[in-house]
């Protein structure tokens, strides 16, 4: 059992050690299924608070997106704003958005508190747009810096293609406090945390069977069982049957990450910045710079086929020339994909399903920062100690509509670039 081919499996630091597999019978007060960043999140967050917890991953700890994605940490949903007040109003979507910088300001602490050996914490990321967007880009600053104290920094047009030499982009909003780091490394080294605070991890463990209507929860694997109070699903695009009011609930949307072989110089002639650089489309580009400027780390598209496209790396090579055309010699190293998991409202599903029984699911598309808060509200509701895992109730466990739902999910996906592409062609 390992880790696919990855950058992030590539750059793992030294102590990259398997943990075990469950074996025999267990007790304890909380039960995690899903070695993903939400579940060890909120194991973390039970531990600091004395709870005995154990996580139960079946693959490695962050096997799944948590451990193959872009790397960005920033506020916000996958969601956007507009849909949020939409469905739940100007005030209670306010509230959301403060979780999301909560979110991203809890990894950043837990990087520092760690002192993450090779979490690497890069700060900026940039907002960058493909039309011309002045106005609503100083109204959306001055927003944020009035309703949330948060500040960013616009860079005109001239600004942009100083960093970013490409015909594509005008305007573009700078997070200074937004940061990109490594998230194998920074999963991994949570699990050791819960490990070291007196909880249990175990890789290779997949829940086969679960009992959940008795005071005690029951989780079963193939070699043991866990006992636990509460029992938390956790467990992302890779879930499954296990619950199936879960099941009916999300959709497991792929995407998809190249890494670019090395070429300093000619990195530099077209991307003049370390910070990440993603677009406002749906399903944009996403990309950075690493290893100290050597190569790219580049992520777009999406799909509802859970099977790996052909040629993906001549798809992401030629977004990636069409964005930069001075990259056409630079040549792709490495492919992957991953599974995320998504609401049809793409807003987190965070609740209770019954008494002792807990998800944190569905963070397709803004994960980083939307697990860590997501892990967070559950653990708070676990120990008593607040209810603001109420604030994702308006949204729930909508169904996804099986192929229907896959197929409208493809043909939105589809009608977004279609509607961007001609904003494109409009500012040309």
């Given at each position: 059992m390992?880790?696919?081919?990855?950058?992030?499996?590539?750059?793992?630091?030294?102590?990259?050690?398997?943990?075990?597999?469950?074996?025999?019978?267990?007790k304890?007060?909380?039960?995690?299924?899903?070695g993903?960043?939400a579940?060890?999140?909120?194991?973390?967050?039970?531990?600091?608070?004395?709870?005995?917890?154990?996580?139960?991953?079946?693959?490695?700890?962050?096997?799944?997106?948590?451990?193959?994605?872009?790397?960005?940490?920033?506020?916000?949903?996958?969601?956007?704003?507009?849909?949020?007040?939409?469905?739940?109003?100007?005030?209670?979507?306010?509230?959301?958005?403060?979780?999301?910088?909560?979110?991203?300001e809890?990894?950043?602490?837990?990087?520092?508190?760690?002192?993450?050996?090779g979490?690497?914490?890069?700060?900026?990321?940039?907002?960058?747009?493909?039309?011309?967007?002045?106005?609503?880009?100083?109204a959306?600053?001055?927003?944020?810096?009035?309703?949330?104290g948060?500040?960013?920094?616009?860079?005109?047009?001239?600004?942009?293609?100083?960093?970013?030499?490409?015909?594509?982009?005008?305007?573009?909003?700078?997070?200074?406090?937004?940061?990109?780091?490594h998230?194998?490394?920074?999963?991994?080294a949570?699990?050791?945390e819960i490990?070291?605070?007196?909880?249990?991890?175990?890789?290779?463990?997949?829940?086969?069977?679960?009992?959940?209507?008795g005071?005690?929860?029951?989780?079963?694997?193939?070699?043991?069982?866990?006992?636990?109070?509460?029992?938390?699903?956790?467990?992302?695009?890779?879930?499954?049957?296990?619950?199936?009011?879960?099941?009916?609930?999300?959709?497991?949307?792929?995407?998809?990450?190249?890494?670019?072989?090395?070429?300093?110089?000619?990195?530099?002639?077209?991307?003049?910045?370390?910070?990440?650089?993603?677009?406002?489309?749906?399903?944009?580009?996403?990309?950075r710079?690493?290893?100290?400027?050597?190569?790219?780390l580049?992520?777009?598209?999406?799909?509802?086929?859970?099977?790996?496209p052909?040629l993906?790396?001549?798809?992401?090579?030629?977004?990636?020339?069409?964005?930069?055309?001075?990259?056409?010699?630079?040549?792709?190293?490495?492919?992957?994909?991953?599974?995320?998991?998504?609401?049809?409202?793409?807003?987190?599903?965070?609740?209770?399903?019954q008494p002792?029984?807990?998800?944190c699911?569905?963070?397709?598309?803004?994960g980083?920062?939307?697990?860590?808060?997501?892990g967070?509200?559950?653990?708070?509701?676990?120990?008593?100690?607040?209810?603001?895992?109420?604030?994702?109730?308006?949204?729930?466990?909508?169904?996804?509509?099986?192929?229907?739902?896959r197929a409208a999910?493809?043909?939105?996906?589809?009608?977004?670039?279609?509607?961007?592409?001609?904003?494109?062609?409009?500012?040309?």
């Amino acid at each position: 059992m390992s880790y696919i081919e990855t950058y992030y499996r590539r750059a793992l630091g030294p102590n990259a050690v398997q943990r075990p597999l469950l074996e025999g019978g267990i007790k304890v007060d909380v039960c995690v299924v899903g070695g993903g960043l939400a579940g060890l999140t909120a194991a973390l967050e039970l531990a600091r608070k004395g709870r005995k917890v154990c996580v139960l991953e079946a693959n490695r700890i962050a096997w799944g997106a948590s451990g193959r994605n872009g790397g960005f940490v920033s506020p916000g949903w996958a969601a956007r704003y507009k849909n949020i007040r939409r469905m739940v109003g100007e005030d209670h979507a306010k509230e959301l958005h403060r979780l999301s910088i909560e979110g991203a300001e809890a990894v950043l602490a837990n990087v520092r508190s760690l002192a993450i050996e090779g979490a690497g914490p890069t700060h900026g990321i940039m907002g960058a747009v493909r039309y011309e967007a002045t106005d609503d880009l100083k109204a959306h600053q001055d927003w944020l810096e009035k309703e949330f104290g948060y500040k960013v920094e616009f860079k005109s047009r001239d600004e942009v293609r100083q960093m970013l030499v490409s015909p594509r982009y005008y305007q573009a909003l700078f997070d200074p406090n937004a940061f990109h780091f490594h998230p194998l490394n920074y999963a991994r080294a949570l699990a050791a945390e819960i490990e070291r605070l007196g909880g249990a991890v175990y890789e290779g463990s997949a829940v086969v069977a679960t009992a959940l209507n008795g005071a005690t929860k029951v989780a079963k694997t193939a070699h043991g069982s866990v006992e636990a109070d509460h029992l938390v699903i956790a467990s992302g695009g890779y879930t499954g049957s296990l619950v199936p009011q879960l099941q009916r609930s999300y959709l497991p949307i792929a995407t998809y990450v190249m890494l670019t072989k090395p070429a300093r110089e000619l990195i530099a002639s077209a991307i003049r910045t370390d910070a990440a650089i993603g677009d406002d489309r749906r399903a944009g580009d996403y990309y950075r710079v690493v290893d100290g400027g050597e190569r790219i780390l580049w992520g777009g598209k999406i799909t509802t086929r859970t099977t790996e496209p052909r040629l993906l790396g001549r798809l992401l090579h030629e977004t990636m020339v069409s964005t930069y055309p001075r990259l056409k010699d630079l040549e792709v190293e490495i492919v992957w994909s991953g599974l995320m998991s998504y609401a049809r409202h793409m807003m987190p599903q965070i609740g209770r399903l019954q008494p002792g029984v807990w998800y944190c699911t569905a963070f397709g598309g803004h994960g980083l920062n939307t697990t860590s808060i997501g892990g967070r509200v559950i653990a708070e509701a676990i120990a008593g100690e607040s209810d603001r895992y109420k604030l994702f109730s308006p949204f729930g466990l909508a169904w996804n509509g099986w192929i229907a739902g896959r197929a409208a999910v493809q043909l939105t996906y589809w009608a977004y670039q279609a509607s961007d592409f001609l904003r494109e062609r409009k500012s040309a």
